[in-house]
């Protein structure tokens, strides 16, 4: 028995388990996906709603899990730099809408922020909260480094950029419809400002020029949340 349990905790804290799961659980999520065909069954949110019951009933320890994820995090630079290759497709199109593009994101980092302070401060959350969930909308490393400028909890930040990536890929091809919104670019600006990499990703799903447009608005909303984020 002893033996079946070192066996056991040794897979356990190989890091080939986290990613194996991590993997495993996406392409589950990938598969619902396709075979359903809509938005609400996110790759990303199935993956989470997978892996989570499994550390939990099974009580792996999240460290052993994320020796894994540590290592599937190290590619998350070098794949988000690809993005720069749908913007540089589509730079006839950046210069005709560059003024709109950068009105949107300033709009959209300004509601967002302030919209987070008034509901924080609405709820009773302390400073530090508040500081923590302020850069939710903003792609992880940028939104980690405003978090501990303004005193937060990284972990909590992380979670909520996840949680507003994962929000914004479901409901955005909803409110397309509901809306009738018909311009690639303004669906593009809208998803890459207010719903972060994941946001990007499910733009680049709906359209090139959506894509493309996510993606410096991405950068463009990183950006200007860490200008704002001085004065606050």
């Known amino acids: 028995m002893d ?16 990613i194996t799961l991590t ?16 938005p609400i069954l996110n790759p990303l949110l199935i993956a989470m709603v997978l892996i989570i019951p499994i550390l939990y009933f099974c009580r792996i320890p999240y460290d052993a899990y994320n020796k894994g994820g540590n290592i599937i995090t190290v590619f998350l630079v070098p794949v988000t730099t690809i993005l720069g290759y749908s913007i540089y497709l589509q730079l006839e199109t950046l210069k005709k809408y560059w003024l709109p593009i950068l009105t949107g994101c300033l709009v959209s980092c300004g509601v967002s922020i302030g919209s987070t302070i008034a ?19 903003v792609t992880t490393p940028i939104a980690v480094g405003v978090s501990e400028k303004l005193g937060g909890i990284t972990g909590i930040t992380v979670a909520g950029v996840i949680f507003t990536g994962v929000i914004g890929a479901v409901l955005a091809p909803l409110l397309v419809k509901l809306l009738r919104i018909k311009n690639p670019v303004g669906i593009g600006v809208g998803l890459g400002s207010s719903s972060t990499a994941i946001g990007t990703a499910r733009a680049l799903e709906l359209g090139e020029i959506q894509g493309a447009m996510s993606s410096m608005a991405l950068g463009v909303a990183g950006m200007m949340t860490v200008v704002i984020s001085l004065f606050l």
Do not use: M
Request: some cysteine; glycine content about 10%.
């Open 23 to 38: 993997i495993a659980g996406y392409l589950i999520g990938l598969w619902l996906n396709r075979k359903f065909k809509t």
């Open 119 to 137: 509901l924080c401060k609405v709820f009773g959350l302390d400073e530090t909260l508040t500081g923590s969930l302020v850069p939710h909308t």
């Open 3 to 18: 033996h079946i349990l070192s066996n056991l905790q040794a897979i356990l804290s190989n890091s080939l388990f986290g």
